[in-house]
Structure formats: structure tokens, C-alpha cells
């Protein structure tokens, strides 16, 4: 369930750029930044992620692996956080009626200045996708964040869910765009919210 807007801090901007594309037959090369602006007390921009997958691709799924650079600025210091990651994701994983079903499970193990020790959490996510009008479609995401080990500074458990209700529109025949908005529940810091662009491309 969505918390109410009164419940969030609504001040954030996320944007988010990913490009994805076939290299050799059915192996795909992904790369994605993600700016994130607006956290309380900090101004500006407070975090940067930015990642580079290289994948896989069956007929229906596609199993990627990669590498994550996560820097966050906070009170004038810079904290760098480096993951490994590996994701299994199922592009159409059910039909319901006119709503398509995507899904992906994703694994990360991390690690982070300052912290000691490999952090590994569990990403599941799933993706609710209605066409409305022509090419335009209601989007609708639920990614939950679960951490298996208390190294890099996590605690162990359920830790985070993060919310998305949004449109997804073409831009051109290999360019999308996604806009909506993203709420984010973090357990001990509370829920914020964010107005959420995404561009996508595939070449």
C-alpha cells in the first residue's frame, strides 16, 4: 500500500537515463545512470548511481550481471559504495486481462566506505503494465529490498519498499519515457516521495 502523500516528504527529484542493446547474438550490454536531488538538508544533488550489466537473453527472460557505483553526498563528504549485482528478469511473466505482469529478482552484494564487511540483499520486483490510449500506458512497480547479511553498514531483514504509479509513452521508435510519481518507505528513516522521469533507450 501507498502511504499518503501527507505522510511523505515529497521534495525529491529522481532521473534516471538506461540504455540497452545486443552485442554479440543474445548477449546485451545495459547501462544506466540514476540522479537523485532534493534530500532534506542537503540541496541539490545527493546521490549518484551508476551502472554497467552485461546480459543474456533468452525468449522470455534475460539473466544480466554487472557492476553498481553508488556515490551519496552528505554534510560535505562523499561516500562511495561499490555493489556486484545479478538480476533474473521475466519481461512478460503473466497476462490479466489487459494488464501484462513483468518480474525480476535481483541479488547485490556490497560494499561501503567506512563499513566493514559484504553486505547481500535481495531485490524482488514486480511491474503492472495497462495500455490506455494508443501507445500510452499505465505503469505500476513494487520493488522490496530485503538484507540477508549485516555487513557495508546494513541491518538484517526487511529493510525497504519502493513504490512507483506512473505513465510510459514513446518518444521515437527505440526511445521511451516514463513519468510518475515514487514513494519509498526505508525502515528507521521514514517514506519520501519523488517526481520519477526514466529515458530509455534500445538500440
Do not use: C
Amino acid at each position: 500500500m501507498l502511504p499518503s502523500a501527507a505522510e511523505a516528504d515529497d521534495a525529491q527529484l529522481w532521473l534516471d537515463a538506461n540504455a540497452r542493446g545486443p552485442v554479440a547474438g543474445r548477449v546485451e550490454l545495459g547501462v544506466e545512470t540514476t540522479e537523485r536531488f532534493g534530500r532534506d538538508g542537503e540541496g541539490g544533488l545527493y546521490e549518484s548511481e551508476n551502472i554497467a550489466m552485461l546480459g543474456f537473453r533468452f525468449d522470455r527472460a534475460t539473466l544480466a550481471a554487472g557492476y553498481v557505483r553508488d556515490i551519496v553526498y552528505r554534510g560535505g563528504r562523499v561516500t562511495i559504495e561499490q555493489r556486484v549485482r545479478q538480476d533474473l528478469s521475466v519481461d512478460r511473466l503473466a497476462t490479466i486481462g489487459p494488464v501484462g505482469v513483468g518480474a525480476r529478482l535481483r541479488v547485490e552484494e556490497r560494499w561501503r566506505d567506512g563499513s566493514s564487511g559484504t553486505g547481500v540483499r535481495l531485490r524482488p520486483f514486480v511491474r503492472l503494465t495497462l495500455p490506455v490510449t494508443g501507445k500510452l500506458k499505465l505503469l505500476a512497480t513494487h520493488e522490496s529490498f530485503v538484507n540477508l547479511a549485516g555487513g557495508a553498514g546494513q541491518r538484517g531483514g526487511y529493510d525497504r519498499a519502493r513504490n512507483f504509479l506512473g505513465l510510459g509513452v514513446p518518444l521515437a521508435k527505440r526511445v521511451g519515457l516514463e513519468i510518475g510519481y515514487l514513494n519509498q518507505w526505508t525502515r528507521g528513516a521514514g517514506t519520501v516521495g519523488a517526481a520519477a522521469f526514466t529515458l530509455a533507450w534500445r538500440w
